[in-house]
């Protein structure tokens, strides 16, 4: 039998509580391990451990070495300082850490070719990474509050796919799924947008290779609902196979 892909999730460091203890703890959404499980991979929950500097980026690489998917996860609003822009008065939560995290982890991804899936904040944080910009606030732009109800509530959202993408191919051409974000990506340089909501904010993107590119093929997609979250789990399915065939090939 061959061995299971491991799949790397992205994880928040912050307080928690379970039974006597309210400590700092590293913490994920339960659905993100069960969703990567249910495809016969192992999930490994990547801790934004304090790092600085050169350690960060050689602990990214060291993980990164050790994976063959990973998930950039849901969570909270990225510092607009990484995209050169002022705080928008609805921006909130920012955290540091994650965000210095998961782009080191994004940075080894990309040299070492390894398929990448991000979710809500992860495909935001994708764009970011590439050098583009963010909707601060998406009601702002559409004129409703529906792709975040609020609080622990989610939204559903409809997301148009451009048929030759591989998420069409894996999921069809239309689908429904749990949302809870009120950012949104606006500019995204190196990625193709590969699905929208009916009220025009972008829903799902995916790398464009570069002329001459080695991981031309390489699975980097991301989407801004949670699959995780709802009955269809296909873009982590495919996350999952991309890694499983990489890891068969050798690559």
């Given at each position: 039998m061959s061995t299971p892909p491991l799949i790397g999730i992205s994880t928040y460091r912050d307080e928690a509580s379970w039974g006597v203890w309210r400590q700092v703890a590293d913490i994920q959404f339960a659905q993100y391990a069960d969703a990567v499980v249910?495809?016969?991979?192992?999930?490994?929950?990547?801790?934004?451990?304090?790092?600085?500097?050169?350690?960060?980026?050689?602990?990214?690489?060291?993980?990164?070495?050790?994976?063959?998917?990973?998930?950039?996860?849901?969570?909270?609003?990225?510092?607009?300082?990484?995209?050169?822009?002022?705080?928008?008065?609805?921006?909130?939560?920012?955290?540091?850490?994650?965000?210095?995290?998961?782009?080191?982890?994004?940075?080894a991804a990309d040299t070492q070719g390894l398929p990448t899936l991000g979710i809500c904040r992860g495909m935001q944080l994708m764009a970011v990474h590439a050098g583009g910009t963010l909707e601060q606030h998406t009601p702002d732009t559409v004129g409703h509050t529906g792709h975040s109800p609020g609080g622990d509530v989610f939204g559903t959202t409809e997301v148009s796919l451009d048929r030759t993408s591989q998420l069409a191919a894996v999921q069809g051409d239309v689908v429904r799924g749990p949302c809870h974000h009120h950012q949104s990506v606006a500019?995204?340089?190196?990625?193709?947008?590969?699905?929208?909501?009916?009220?025009?904010?972008?829903?799902?993107?995916?790398?464009?290779?570069a002329e001459g590119d080695s991981n031309a093929r390489r699975f980097c997609v991301g989407v801004q609902w949670h699959p995780e979250m709802g009955p269809d789990h296909a873009p982590i399915a495919a996350l999952v196979h991309a890694a499983r065939v990489d890891r068969q090939s050798g690559r």
């Open positions: 249910e495809f016969a991979a192992v999930p490994v929950l990547l801790t934004p451990a304090p790092a600085h500097g050169d350690d960060l980026e050689a602990a990214a690489a060291a993980v990164v070495a050790r994976l063959d998917g990973l998930i950039i996860a849901g969570g909270a609003d990225i510092d607009p300082e990484r995209y050169g822009a002022t705080p928008h008065p609805e921006t909130g939560g920012i955290r540091p850490d994650r965000d210095a995290w998961e782009l080191a982890l994004l940075d500019t995204h340089p190196g990625f193709a947008v590969t699905g929208r909501a009916a009220d025009g904010s972008i829903e799902a993107m995916e790398r464009v290779a």
